[in-house]
């Protein structure tokens, strides 16, 4: 059941972004995942692609689905699907638009003749393609698996549980600025933090921003509560960024995803396992609710305030 939904969610996706494209396409002759970088590069099909197969990452992690080689696959297919599906719409329009059937022009024929009648905008001049369209339309196709690899990738770097393995949900979330790296220091170390002086801090965050004289660096803390469904195992993640001029960089050495079992917060209130409807699970979700409060008051009693 579980994949099922998800090819479900792929195929919805799949058929909503390409049914946009289409109408875009034919109200305004303005075809999205044709557009390109220097000619060459399938940005648009890329973009496209992530949007069409969207709907198997947001499935994935609904029904807990986990990345393999079946679900790289599955976006694969689903990403050549969406191509053709594209093409698929127009030739239904141009049927019906120029009183045609099946018999008078085949799909395999439509697509050749209109891939022969592509062309290429350079400034103010279009460049007709003729039998190149066909290596354009390759590139689509690369790009769009690009776009659903990217998805994949997606899946593989989200959080998940360390005793159960399914995916985290976030509850609440919380960031605070410094200026003075001591002081994002000593609030970053209040939770079970590695041995970390500032000085260290200092320069493992500076190591991922150019530094220019005269310039003052500005600390990101984000900070958020993950919760497993499966397990009712609470997590804390924490991310560090820095950032001069409003350019942020991600500090990945003191990026941490922490087990909270042992954190002066009512965890108990999480520990009502029954999955059954009825009272036990409207109690559950009393519970949950009071300790989402709890957490969101240790969030706060963290923040820093921007200088």
């Known amino acids: 059941m579980r994949v099922i939904g998800v090819i479900l969610g792929g195929l919805l996706s799949s058929t909503i972004v390409m049914a946009a494209v289409f109408a875009i396409e034919t109200y305004t002759n303005f075809n999205l995942f044709g557009l ?8 648009g099909a890329l973009m496209t692609g992530m949007l069409a197969t969207g709907g198997v990452y947001i499935s994935s992690k609904w029904v807990q689905v986990h990345p393999n080689k079946y679900l790289f696959l599955f976006l694969l297919v689903l990403a050549v699907f969406s191509n053709v599906l594209f093409y698929a719409f127009s030739y239904v329009r141009d ?5 045609l059937t099946v018999s008078d022009v085949g799909f395999l024929r439509y697509v050749d003749v209109y891939l022969s009648n592509l062309s290429l905008s350079f400034g103010s001049s279009d460049v007709e393609l003729g039998s190149n369209g066909k290596w354009f339309a390759v590139l689509d196709v690369i790009g769009f698996t690009l776009g659903a690899s990217s998805i994949f990738l997606f899946l593989s770097d989200s ?6 393995g399914d995916y985290l949900r976030q509850r609440a979330v919380a960031e605070s600025y410094f200026s003075d790296p001591e002081e994002i220091d000593f609030f970053y170390g209040e939770l079970r933090a590695p041995e ?12 991922g921003c150019p530094k ?13 509560i993950l919760h497993c469904v499966a397990c009712n195992s609470i997590y804390w993640k924490d991310e560090l960024a820095i950032s001069r001029d409003g350019d942020w960089h991600q500090v990945t050495n003191l990026k941490r995803l922490l087990p909270m079992d042992d954190v002066s917060i009512p965890i108990n209130l999480f520990a009502n396992k029954d999955k059954n409807r009825g009272a036990a699970a409207r109690d559950y979700y009393i519970k949950e609710k009071e300790v989402l409060d709890q957490l969101q008051g240790l969030l706060d009693s963290t923040d820093g305030d921007p200088e």
């Not at 200092?202 to 190591?207: D, G, L």
């Open 36 to 43: 390109t970088a220097w000619g060459v590069l399938p940005v």
């Open 212 to 224: 220019a004289d005269g310039d003052k660096l500005i600390y990101s803390w984000t900070k958020k």
């Open 159 to 164: 959080d998940r549980c360390a005793t159960c």
């Open 95 to 99: 049927l019906y638009s120029y009183d």
């Open 196 to 207: 970390l002086d500032e000085h260290q801090l200092k320069m493992i965050a500076e190591s």
